[in-house]
């Protein structure tokens, strides 16, 4: 009889206990996997966002605040020649449907930059030309269509959440495929125009978005800028759209670090469960293993036999809970609102939760495979007798 032909036996002595034991490490794996790949998402879209080479210009003190409107143009004649392709200003809306509580991620931007500020959502010129013509204009993300069933040249009506809590009517005119984000954009005019009839007041800005030309102009925007605005009344502070984003995230706690501190944590349950497998197969097999070591059996083939089940195990659990999630993520695109791009299983993610289901298995097999190897054979056998 083979090594894989007796370690197969094994397994299959008991096969509800195999099954379960092979549910109880998948599941904690399969949690493994995912929570490994929702980090890797953002990390990607942090990464994303520093390739698009856009820094964020805001209040010093909290990016919630306002500043004037003419530090657009303030900046634009500051920059050397070359240095800013584009800024694009934006205002927090926060918009949400008559007689519904639930808000979603409006703002209002300015319309001449804002399809060269986000270029990568790819705007066809007929939709920029529409956007720029229709005064009640608005860009819908696909997946915030999707979730509330518009189509192009729907008209929408939403209720600010910001005092004085504006009324505003919008006309979709474009559905960009590349935008991922739940977001709705409308133009920053027709918001200041509303703005102003209600508080006689102009609207500030929240963050002006500037794409640089290059790494040497993001240098130069990252440093001059907030010494420009030193010990004014509207000091500021500027950095990467990464960085931005990754404050943002930390504002409502590390759940990123949570979920991944969770995803290793979890893998324990898996060793725990596997290792109780492997130590009541042990205790039921004491005898067996005495007269197998007895007919000749050395005690390392013993030791590697039960190292081998246990690796088997694990093997098995890693491979029911990350290839179908690895394939489904592989044909089908799986959004989460606020990342860019379809979440999936990275392959290098994949052979890592492989590597972590072999190693809680073998982990779990160490301390049963030496108890059999130094199993004591006379005294053992007397049990039998």
């Given at each position: 009889?083979?090594?894989?032909?007796?370690t197969l036996?094994?397994?299959?002595?008991?096969?509800?206990?195999?099954?379960?034991?092979?549910?109880?490490?998948?599941?904690?794996?399969?949690?493994?996997?995912?929570?490994?790949?929702?980090v890797?998402?953002?990390?990607?879209?942090?990464a994303?966002?520093?390739?698009?080479?856009?820094?964020?210009?805001?209040?010093?003190?909290?990016?919630?605040?306002?500043?004037?409107?003419?530090?657009?143009?303030?900046?634009?004649?500051?920059?050397?020649?070359?240095?800013?392709?584009?800024?694009?200003?934006?205002?927090?809306?926060?918009?949400?449907?008559?007689?519904?509580?639930?808000?979603?991620?409006?703002?209002?931007?300015?319309?001449?930059?804002f399809p060269?500020?986000?270029?990568?959502?790819?705007?066809?010129?007929?939709?920029?030309?529409?956007?720029?013509?229709?005064?009640?204009?608005?860009?819908v993300?696909?997946?915030?269509?999707?979730?509330?069933?518009?189509?192009?040249?729907?008209?929408?009506?939403?209720?600010?959440?910001?005092?004085?809590?504006?009324?505003?009517?919008?006309?979709?005119?474009?559905?960009?495929?590349?935008?991922?984000?739940?977001?709705?954009?409308?133009?920053?005019?027709?918001?200041?125009?509303?703005?102003?009839q209600?508080?006689?007041?102009?609207?500030?800005?929240?963050?002006?978005?500037?794409?640089?030309?290059?790494?040497?102009?993001?240098?130069?925007?990252?440093?001059?800028?907030?010494?420009?605005?030193?010990?004014?009344?509207y000091?500021?502070?500027?950095?990467?759209?990464?960085?931005?984003?990754?404050?943002?995230?930390?504002?409502?706690?590390?759940?990123?670090?949570?979920?991944?501190?969770?995803?290793?944590?979890?893998?324990?349950?898996?060793?725990?469960?596997?290792?109780?497998?492997?130590?009541?197969?042990?205790?039921?097999?004491?005898?067996?293993?005495?007269?197998?070591?007895?007919?000749?059996?050395?005690?390392?083939?013993?030791?590697?036999?039960?190292?081998s089940?246990?690796?088997?195990?694990?093997?098995?659990?890693?491979?029911?809970?990350?290839?179908?999630v690895?394939?489904?993520?592989?044909?089908?695109?799986?959004?989460?609102?606020?990342?860019?791009?379809?979440?999936?299983?990275?392959?290098?993610?994949?052979?890592?939760?492989?590597?972590?289901?072999?190693?809680?298995?073998?982990?779990?097999?160490?301390?049963?495979a030496?108890?059999?190897?130094?199993?004591?054979?006379?005294?053992?056998?007397?049990?039998?007798?």
């Amino acid at each position: 009889m083979t090594s894989f032909t007796l370690t197969l036996k094994n397994l299959t002595r008991n096969r509800l206990r195999t099954a379960l034991t092979l549910a109880a490490i998948a599941l904690p794996l399969l949690v493994f996997t995912v929570s490994r790949s929702l980090v890797d998402s953002v990390k990607e879209t942090l990464a994303d966002s520093d390739r698009q080479m856009r820094v964020a210009v805001h209040q010093k003190l909290t990016y919630t605040a306002s500043v004037p409107q003419r530090v657009r143009k303030e900046i634009e004649d500051m920059a050397p020649p070359g240095y800013i392709t584009a800024i694009c200003g934006t205002a927090w809306f926060g918009g949400r449907l008559e007689n519904k509580r639930a808000t979603f991620p409006s703002m209002a931007v300015h319309r001449d930059t804002f399809p060269i500020v986000y270029n990568e959502f790819g705007m066809a010129p007929d939709e920029i030309e529409q956007f720029n013509t229709e005064r009640r204009g608005a860009v819908v993300s696909p997946f915030l269509a999707n979730r509330m069933n518009w189509k192009l040249g729907d008209r929408v009506t939403l209720i600010g959440a910001i005092p004085p809590f504006p009324k505003l009517e919008f006309v979709i005119v474009a559905i960009p495929p590349k935008m991922d984000a739940p977001w709705f954009y409308f133009g920053l005019d027709y918001y200041n125009e509303a703005y102003e009839q209600m508080t006689g007041r102009s609207l500030g800005i929240n963050n002006y978005w500037l794409k640089c030309s290059s790494p040497q102009a993001r240098e130069w925007a990252l440093t001059a800028i907030d010494k420009y605005y030193a010990n004014s009344e509207y000091e500021t502070k500027t950095e990467m759209e990464s960085t931005f984003f990754a404050s943002f995230i930390e504002s409502g706690g590390d759940w990123v670090g949570l979920v991944w501190s969770v995803g290793r944590l979890i893998v324990f349950v898996a060793v725990a469960v596997a290792f109780n497998t492997m130590s009541m197969a042990f205790r039921e097999r004491t005898r067996e293993i005495a007269v197998m070591r007895a007919v000749g059996f050395s005690a390392s083939r013993v030791t590697r036999m039960v190292l081998s089940e246990g690796t088997a195990l694990g093997l098995l659990g890693g491979a029911i809970a990350i290839l179908p999630v690895y394939v489904i993520t592989t044909m089908f695109e799986i959004e989460v609102p606020g990342l860019r791009g379809a979440i999936h299983i990275a392959e290098n993610t994949a052979m890592m939760a492989i590597l972590v289901a072999l190693a809680c298995g073998f982990v779990a097999a160490c301390v049963p495979a030496l108890m059999a190897g130094r199993l004591h054979v006379a005294a053992a056998l007397r049990k039998v007798v």
